[in-house]
């Protein structure tokens, strides 16, 4: 027979019936089966790194960090890090956040010459009493922390900006590249949730813009006890529906990963009379272990790595819904 006080618990945790087979473990993936997911076909290698320490019973948070990482330092990632296209006046700017399993949290942006944002944001998150830190101030903590200031514009990215300045013509780019943000999702063996999330932002913006890449709640954010979730994409939209938290909240309510982010990108398609110009896409994964897609427009696709191996998954996505 049930005690009165778990029949209280349990009626105050959602109006179950003393009988619910329920427990704040239920939602919980039996420890010992990790999963890392992150966006695009970048997540591949980002993974690869992310796994080796989930593999040795390391945390998620060191994982999705090492994981972002290797994408931030890849010069041929156009999108992210050290190779990123400038801004309109030819300035790399970079924009980084990180989340832990306690809701701990850091972020930099429009930070210059560093090549690893993200490792500067986490060192906010645990040398500070804040959350986030932009530009010079951002600069100038990074570079008390030891971080080395170099020329992060590669000659590649220093020409495709000249040739853009002959007509200067702003319009962001659909599946640019096919490639934009990672996000990086990690559930450890331990059943704790982090996650990351690094760009260099649309190309050609105006200088001193920011994404939603370093916004929590909007690029990122993780709920140990429900899930968590990244975005991708249009920054602008994500910021004005709190993506990843509508996402995480959705999940909350009960869907499982792949419908709260269709949630979210219905929110804003709604929002929008015409999507020409928009691609967004979201990210989830769950206390389970499941996890899921979901974007704007057809293109978007995401990395995942689990007991199963690394793989590539295209996205589903609201053109070709029902």
Known sequence: ??????????????????????????????????????????????????????????????????????????????????????????????????????????????????????????????ETPHVMLVGDGALDFAMEQGFEKENILTDKARKEWEKWKKNAEYEPEVNIENHDTIGMLALDKQGNLSGACTTSGTAWKMHGRVGDSPIIGAGLFVDNEVGAAAATGLGEEVIRTCGSHLVVENMRRGDDPKTACKKAVRRIVRQNDALNNIQVGFIAINKKGQFGGYSVQEGFNYAVFDKIGNRLLDSSYWTNSE
């Not at 992150?38 to 060191?62: D, F, M, Q, R, Y």
């Open 1 to 126: 027979m049930i005690s009165r006080k778990k029949f209280l618990k349990y009626t105050l945790l959602g109006g179950l019936t003393p009988f619910t087979k329920w427990t704040k473990r239920s939602f919980s993936q039996k420890k010992g089966t990790p999963v890392v997911i992150s966006t695009w076909n970048h997540g591949i290698p980002a993974n690869e790194a992310a796994w080796k320490v989930l593999a040795e019973s390391g945390s998620a948070l060191n994982a999705v960090e090492a994981g972002v990482r290797v994408v931030e330092a890849d010069p041929e990632v156009r999108t992210v890090g050290y190779g990123g296209r400038p801004d309109r006046d030819g300035f790399v700017t970079l924009d980084a956040c990180i989340m832990d399993q306690e809701n701990r949290c850091g972020s930099v942006g429009a930070l210059q010459h560093i090549k690893h944002p993200v490792s500067v944001a986490r060192k906010v998150k645990e």
